[in-house]
């Protein structure tokens, strides 16, 4: 594992992993603003699906977003506590993740496409899979993830 | 005078800016090797000033600024750029910069003397071949002495312009050598114009800077920030012992406020910045419609946000508009009022409670009450019923539906019927609101009540089944305790809850069911309601002209709140118009009173309620009924009874299907047939009309009337029996005179399948039955029955007139005669119809209003064959009916 590693380290990429509903997902390090606790959150009343409610993160409105309905999993049998924050069009959102996992250093090379029998609403999301000692590990496209977080909220 | 002042100052900072931007560039000009882009900037920047100064008058700085832009054009189209030409061009600069300050400081008007040398070295700049090229062609000598002046500005040295200017010779531009002043006067020329602009025009300089919104807003954020966190601060602290700690805090949140304070002053602008263009409208509308205006600005100073500034801008301008073109008259009509020619406009602007009101009044003709309510009623926006119910005020706020607009005529400035539902979603979008006051004939005052600013607002913090919300506490009018057995508490009516506050009845908006919360359904999934029981707080809210209620479980507290947008995702969420961070750091949303109105009360609800009330009101007094009040045909109001109504439709004609002179129209899954007053509708009317769906025996049929009036309970006494079909006679109902309907005409007229009954109904001619009675209202309510039974009657109002139609020859199938009439009763005449041969075998039916034992008897001595009461209208025409068979039998056999 080690023998390319060091040499190609600088041209890796970092990813944030988190498990949902079983399943390790990895998001662009470049991607996630910062990882907080999902706590005191306010649940907006006729709000669209897919939106737990906003919470303050140090003076700012952080939309929760309910990551297992956005990508088709049922509810969790308990409330979500983390969420990984990111930053669009100036807002900041948090998906909701059930365990948060370890940075993720990865090289393009130990990447391998999304299995074409993917479920169609994953394989817009999912852009690869790195295979990891003991999981896979699902790499997602945050700005797909959020299109289908609009689609899933204008529907 | 204002106004002009205003756009100078504005048009001097511009200037001034300006110039300073050409200062900067044309030095910079001096070692760009690339001029092309600088050139066109200036170009451009010069021919701005030009454009300004055009337009204000202000010929001297236009004509700089002319030779100015002349020569930038020349560069930029390939000539050298000289330093002849650069010079030129900051001697300009200088120049227009002293003509600005001695503009600002003698309020408008540019100072006397010409420009006629600096204007001649523009002229001839770049055209000398002598002077050193800069830029051009073969770009040699970059590094140009600039000591080496270009000369022509000598004839322009010093302060006293006058004197100097006419020194050079119109023929100037035919001198080849432009160099014939030795001093090097520009420099000290330059100088000496400088204290005097230090004098006149550095004044504005120092005292004030420009700085980016972007930057101002960002500010404002970061200070929003901090207030927050002291909150959260102050929160914590709360609990906390250490003196020491509290000491700090206390400075920080002195501190903070400040800052916000001095912060949210940087945002302050005068509303008279949006006043600006106002009186150039007014004369411009005065121009177009041949009236004469005079417009009164007070309150200019008054500051407010500019982001509410910017927002209001446009509803003013189109209030002022509006108040201009339709609110006042032409003179011919002021006069003819008794008013003065010149009509009024006053705007008036001043801080209450925290808030900006902004009122625009006229003198003109004032909203005309009855031409909105017919206009509402005619969009459909209300019923008659319910906007008779209504209050002037709230029958102005029709003036804000969309499309509205009851000018007679469009006229080229206003009368489109767009605008003041802009102005009002303008206005509500920042938090405002708008409120009109208007008397006829005397005139109308808008009212803009504006939030001071956008960033924070003070709000009411209330509880609802378990989570808090804010509500901006300038759209509370009152809070009441609600609670079984206490001053106040809710009552039900069918379903819906009220609350009674001032003698008035207050609509009661769940906050629980708008935001369809858990509680807002029981176990079971069914909705709850509140009731007699509900224990909580209504806040009285007005919203868009109606008043009502939301009802909350507990109000908290009062707190100042920081505004938040709502996350796009939920932006669509009307019932909210952003979000709060409490000092506990919770987000609560904020609630838009606006969005909750919208969201929860329809006008048929609006007139359920009403109608609910007055249902309330009859179980109060219990030989009353409730009568539903209408139009139809005739300007008279109807009643009928609201228990012999199913329910209230609103159909379109062109939506109801005819065949065979039968119309019908769908209603639950099923077709009724529709009847009406008078003459057949038009049945490709695109309006719609109000459908009194009444169901007898499982039929239904539909009532197409033109209005609904109201809803009156009262009882019910029929004084003057009426000649019109249909109508049972008039009654004086709710203190007016109203025409009670015969519901069972109608329903006669439906079920039988006749429609007109003057025109289309197959009437058996030959069957004819002879209908006597001396009361027209009888006559005429039994007569359409017989017809609509398919027999034709035959009526007289006397045994008299009956007789002679019998002697003439009438043989009726039938005959049918009330027996109390004056001068010969029933009786008389059935004795008398018996001693006609033929008719011997013709059935008598007697009519009376009274069926008692003793009466039967005497009919049946008398000879008649049935006795009939006067409103069994069923009875009667079975009778007839039994009676015409076999007689029809009778005749065929023989």
């Not at chain 1, 590693?5 to 041209?11: G, K, P, Q, Y």
């Not at chain 1, 969790?76 to 506590?81: G, L, R």
């Not at chain 2, 209050?391 to 009368?415: K, W």
């Not at chain 2, 039988?752 to 209908?771: A, G, M, S, Y």
Request: aromatic share 4%.
């Amino acid at each position: 594992m080690t023998k390319t590693r060091n040499a190609l380290l600088d041209e890796a990429d970092g990813f944030v992993t988190a498990r949902l509903a079983g399943h390790w997902f990895a998001l662009p390090i470049s991607a996630v603003h910062e990882v907080f606790l999902l706590s005191r959150i306010t649940t907006v009343p006729q709000s669209p699906p897919g939106i737990i409610g906003v919470l303050n993160l140090r003076g700012r409105i952080v939309t929760a977003l309910d990551t297992r309905q956005i990508l088709g999993f049922p509810r969790a049998s308990k409330a979500p506590t983390m969420a990984i924050g990111i930053e669009r069009q100036g807002e900041l959102f948090g998906l909701a993740v059930d365990e948060m996992g370890d940075v993720l250093t990865s090289v393009a090379a130990d990447r391998e496409p999304a299995p074409m029998n993917l479920d169609r609403r994953w394989r817009e999301i999912v852009t690869g899979v790195q295979r990891s000692e003991s999981h896979l590990v699902l790499i997602v496209a945050v700005d797909r993830l959020f299109d289908g977080v609009t689609s899933l909220a204008a529907a | 005078m204002d106004g002009i002042d205003e756009l100078l100052a504005e048009f001097i900072t511009d200037t001034q800016e300006a110039l300073e931007q050409v200062d900067v560039r044309l030095v910079e000009l001096e070692h760009e090797p690339e001029p092309a882009s600088m050139l066109n900037e200036l170009f451009r920047l010069m021919h701005t000033i030009k454009g300004t100064c055009g337009f204000l008058g202000l010929p001297r700085m236009a004509g700089l600024a002319h030779h100015a832009e002349t020569l930038m054009d020349r560069l930029r189209n390939g000539e050298p750029v000289t330093n002849d030409a650069i010079d030129a061009m900051l001697h300009v600069v200088d120049r227009l910069k002293y003509l600005l300050g001695a503009i600002e400081s003698s309020g408008g008007t540019e100072p006397e003397g010409n420009d006629e040398s600096i204007i001649l070295a523009l002229q001839q700049a770049g055209s000398d071949a002598s002077a050193e090229v800069l830029h051009g062609p073969d770009d040699a000598q970059p590094e140009v002495a600039v000591e080496e002046e270009a000369a022509a500005d000598a004839p322009a040295p010093a302060a006293p312009e006058p004197a100097a200017a006419p020194a050079p010779a119109p023929k100037a531009e035919a001198k080849p050598a432009p160099k014939p002043a030795p001093k090097p006067a520009p420099k000290p020329a330059a100088k000496a114009d400088k204290p005097e602009e230090k004098a006149s025009g550095g004044e504005s300089e120092s005292s004030s800077i420009r700085v980016s919104v972007e930057t101002l807003e960002h500010l404002m954020t970061v200070v929003s920030e901090l207030v927050l966190t002291r909150n959260e601060l102050t929160e914590i602290m709360r609990n906390e012992e250490r003196t020491s700690h509290k000491l700090a805090l206390q400075r920080l949140s002195t501190v903070t406020g400040e800052l916000q304070q001095a912060v949210m002053s940087t945002r302050m602008q005068p509303i008279g910045n949006a006043w600006r263009k106002l009186p150039r409208i007014v004369r411009d509308v005065a121009a177009n419609l041949g009236k004469t205006i005079e417009l009164e600005m007070n309150g200019a100073q008054t500051e407010l946000d500019r982001q509410v500034l910017e927002s209001i801008k446009d509803p003013l301008m189109h209030m002022v508009r509006n108040a201009a073109d339709h609110g006042l008259e032409i003179p011919s009509e002021r006069l003819a009022a008794g008013k003065p020619e010149k009509g009024h406009i006053k705007l008036n602007a001043y801080h209450e409670g925290g808030q900006i009101l902004v009122e625009i009044g006229d003198d003109g003709r004032g909203l005309n009450v009855d031409r909105i309510k017919a206009k509402a009623v005619e969009r459909g926006i209300a019923t008659q019923e319910d906007a008779d119910r209504m209050t002037n005020e709230q029958i102005f706020s029709f003036i804000f539906e969309p499309g509205f607009s009851t000018a007679a005529q469009v006229t080229s400035v206003s009368g489109r019927g767009v605008g003041m539902d802009v102005v009002q979603s303008n206005v509500e979008r920042i938090g405002g609101s708008i409120d009109v006051r208007s008397v006829q004939g005397q005139g109308s005052v808008f009212t803009l009540k504006i939030p001071l600013t956008l960033a924070i607002l003070r709000a009411l913090i209330v509880g609802v089944d378990g989570e808090d919300f804010a509500i901006p506490q300038t759209s509370v009018d009152e809070l009441l305790k609600v609670e079984p057995g206490g001053a106040h508490s809710i009552q039900l009516i069918k379903d819906s809850p009220v609350l009674r506050s001032r003698d008035r009845l207050l609509p009661i908006v769940d906050l629980r069911t708008v935001l369809q919360l858990p509680t807002a359904t029981d176990e079971n999934g069914m909705p709850r309601t509140a009731d007699e029981s509900t224990e909580g707080f209504v806040m009285v809210i007005r919203a868009r002209g109606l008043r009502f209620g939301m009802l909350v479980d507990s109000v908290l507290r009062t707190e100042e709140i920081v505004v938040k947008p709502l996350p796009h995702a939920l932006r669509n969420i009307e019932h909210f118009s952003g979000s709060t961070i409490l000092g506990d750091g919770r987000v609560i949303m904020i609630v838009d009173p606006n969005g909750v109105r919208s969201a929860s009360a329809t006008p048929s609800e609006a007139s359920m309620s009403a109608a609910a009330q007055e249902e309330e009101d009859a179980i109060a007094a219990e030989d009353k009924q409730l009568l539903l009040m209408f139009r139809a045909a005739t300007q008279n109001r109807k009643a009928l009874p609201i228990s012999l109504i199913t329910r209230l439709e609103d159909v379109c004609l062109a939506d109801a299907d005819q065949s065979e002179g039968q119309w019908h129209i769908q209603y639950n899954n099923e077709l009724i047939p529709l009847v009406w007053f008078g003459g057949p509708p038009d049945p490709d009317s695109k309006e719609r009309k109000p459908l009194l769906v009444m169901s007898d025996d499982g039929k239904s049929m539909g009532l197409l009337v033109d209005e609904i009036v109201d809803i009156v309970d009262d009882v019910v006494d029929v004084q003057i029996p009426s000649e019109q079909p249909g109508i049972l006679g008039s009654a004086i109902i709710g203190g007016a005179h109203a025409e009670v309907i015969d519901v069972g005409y109608f329903l006669g007229l439906a079920s039988n399948h006749w429609f007109d009954p003057h025109q289309r109904v197959k009437v058996d001619e030959t069957v004819k039955i002879l209908l006597v009675d001396d009361s027209p209202f009888f006559r005429n309510l039994v007569a359409p029955v017989v017809r609509a039974a398919g027999f034709e009657p035959v009526v007289c109002s006397s045994g008299a007139q009956a007789l002679d139609k019998l002697q003439a020859g009438l043989h009726p199938k039938v005959i049918v005669t009330d027996v109390d009439m004056p001068e010969m009763d029933g009786f008389e005449f059935a004795a008398a119809a018996r001693k006609i041969d033929r008719l011997k075998s013709v059935p008598l039916v007697a009519l009376t209003g009274m069926l008692t034992d003793d009466a039967i008897a005497k009919a049946r001595e008398g000879g008649f064959s049935d006795y009939i009461s006067k409103l069994d209208r069923n009875g009667l025409i079975d009778s007839l009916r039994e009676f015409t068979k076999p007689d029809a039998q009778r005749e065929k056999a023989a």
